[in-house]
């Protein structure tokens, strides 16, 4: 069983910046492709992006492309995401994902609880 804790969100001013961190418990963490996810109120889920095991294919929504940049450490058990140039449409439940495989296609295997990002207008 794979324990995610995500960290970094908060409230920011529209055209800021904000770096989520996601600490996995897994010793072989470096087994996993990861996700980052958001859900905003009355919305479905989605991707934001993705990372494969070692960090050399990497995957972003259109709507985030440019603005944010996913990144893991192995070492530290730990996948972040950038966030820059924030907008409005981007106030949602952040949550990172974990799948045990080479592929950072769904499905996923394990979920964090989330960390909130509110960006204000």
């Known amino acids: 069983q794979v324990q995610l804790v995500e960290s970094g969100g908060g409230l920011v001013q529209a055209g800021g910046s904000l770096r989520l961190s996601c600490a996995a418990s897994e010793r072989t963490f470096s087994s996993y492709a990861m996700g980052w996810f958001r859900q905003a109120p009355g919305k479905e889920r989605e991707v934001v992006a993705a990372i494969t095991r070692s960090g050399g294919s990497t995957y972003y929504a259109d709507s985030v492309k440019g603005r944010f940049t996913i990144s893991r450490d192995n070492a530290k058990n730990t996948v972040y995401l950038r966030m820059n140039s924030l907008k409005p449409e981007d106030t949602a439940l952040y949550y990172c994902?974990?799948?045990?495989?080479?592929?950072?296609?769904?499905?996923?295997?394990?979920w964090g609880q989330g960390t909130q990002v509110t960006v204000s207008s």
């Open positions: 994902a974990a799948r045990r495989s080479a592929s950072y296609y769904p499905p996923y295997d394990y």
